[in-house]
């Protein structure tokens, strides 16, 4: 299975962009799915997760009630719906993908399926 992660782009402050991660290869199976982001110069950090069996959903604080995680299994895909966003949203966004939960979903280190990213500038 490969991940690749499309949709990013420049967007002003306060307004909207839908990230998607496309599996190709077999059919995703994992259990978690997650988003990651990296702003220049900074660790790569958790921004949200759906725990697939369950469809839990998980997110960082700082995006809490203006992102949304979903998943759309029968197109093999992942979304972002990344709204009202701000100039600290900034950053490469990466998805993954884990076949087995981990209590630890946000610790990037966990994951070893990755997409190559997307870059998304949101100018104040």
């Known amino acids: 299975v490969q991940l690749q992660a499309s949709g990013g782009g420049l967007v002003q402050a306060g307004g909207s962009l839908r990230l998607s991660c496309a599996a190709s290869?077999?059919?995703?199976?994992?259990?978690?799915l997650v988003w990651f982001r990296q702003a220049p110069g900074k660790e790569r950090e958790f921004v949200a997760a759906v725990r697939r069996p369950t469809r839990s959903t998980y997110y960082a604080d700082s995006v809490k009630g203006r992102f949304t995680i979903s998943t759309d299994n029968s197109k093999n895909l992942l979304y972002l719906q990344m709204n009202s966003l701000k100039p600290e949203d900034t950053a490469v966004y990466y998805c993954a993908a884990r076949l087995i939960w981990n209590v630890q979903y946000y610790n990037p280190v966990h994951y070893s399926l990755w997409g190559q990213g997307t870059l998304v500038t949101v100018s104040s």
């Open positions: 290869g077999r059919t995703l199976s994992h259990d978690a």
